[in-house]
């Protein structure tokens, strides 16, 4: 006589069928998005180099180039527009606009105040012509510099991570990745903007003798500044897309130019 199977052990089985079967279908899943993450660091470490020490002057054709290759990524992974940070228009607008406006107000004090006016002559801005001036504040940083952070750190590399991990998750991994993308243009600000460079390296800004190791802790200091700063960029774009953060980003960097140009020299006290 055949052995009659309990409905109990048909459910048992049945429930480990459909677990294995679920197992299977996520697993590939979790290994594409891993590999659609890795993919995207990769390029984006690619246009970092490109921009930083191989053609700075081409980066705002590097940079729209890398950010087609990293929504095509993405969007083959299934990401949507608004998973990108896409949504949210005239109320990112409003919150960057307000934001933009508070920096220009930062900077206007900070050029008017002798102890901190120092922070603002950056040699690269005052070395260049008044047409390079502004086609560094009008293209450069907001084509070659802003929209490729934004779009690849606050938005691909933030949609691919929240998809498996959350949005806490995707933050923190987000913000440690630009705050690495900084290490090279860390190591230029010691000759840029020495005052700026030694108060990231924990030095004291007035001194004029570099000490041993200030470079590597200006490097320290400017990733988790940069990290910080993006934790702030991720939090903008949850309550204003990626309006929002850009609008603040375009104005730190493009009006830093102008404020360099207009914060008065320092007075030289000739020696007895």
């Known amino acids: 006589m055949a052995r009659r199977v309990q409905p109990e052990s048909m459910g048992f089985r049945t429930f480990k069928a459909v677990r294995r079967a679920t197992r299977e279908r996520v697993v590939p899943v979790r290994r594409r998005q891993r590999a659609a993450l890795a993919g995207a660091v990769a390029v984006l470490a690619t246009a970092n180099v490109l921009n930083n020490r191989v053609a700075p002057r081409l980066a705002p054709l590097t940079s729209a180039a890398t950010v087609g290759v ?53 040699e690269r801005a005052l070395a260049l012509s008044p047409a390079r001036a502004v086609e560094e504040a009008l293209v450069q940083v907001p084509f070659g510099t802003v929209l490729l952070e934004e779009v ?10 929240a998809r498996s991990h959350g949005p806490v998750t995707a933050t923190a991994v987000s913000s440690a990745l630009f705050g690495l993308w900084h290490v090279l243009p860390a190591m230029d600000m010691l000759n840029a903007n020495p005052a700026l460079g030694r108060l990231a390296a924990g030095e004291d800004p007035a001194s004029t003798v570099p000490s041993t190791g200030e470079v590597s802790r200006a490097v320290v200091g400017s990733v988790v500044a940069t990290a910080l700063a993006g934790v702030l960029f991720c939090e903008l774009r949850r309550r204003g897309g990626l309006a929002a953060p850009s609008l603040l980003h375009v104005a730190t960097n493009s009006l830093g130019y102008l404020f360099a140009r207009l914060a008065p020299a320092e007075k030289t006290v000739p020696a007895p």
Not at 152 to 161: K, M, N, T
């Open 152 to 161: 690849g750190f606050r938005g691909v590399v933030h949609a691919l991570v």
């Open 70 to 122: 990293l929504l095509a990524l993405a969007r083959r992974r299934g990401v949507s527009w608004s998973e990108v940070g896409f949504q949210e228009g005239s109320r990112g607008l409003l919150i960057g606009g307000v934001l933009a406006s508070a920096v220009a107000g930062v900077y206007g004090v900070g050029i008017a105040v002798p102890a901190t006016r120092r922070f603002f002559r950056d």
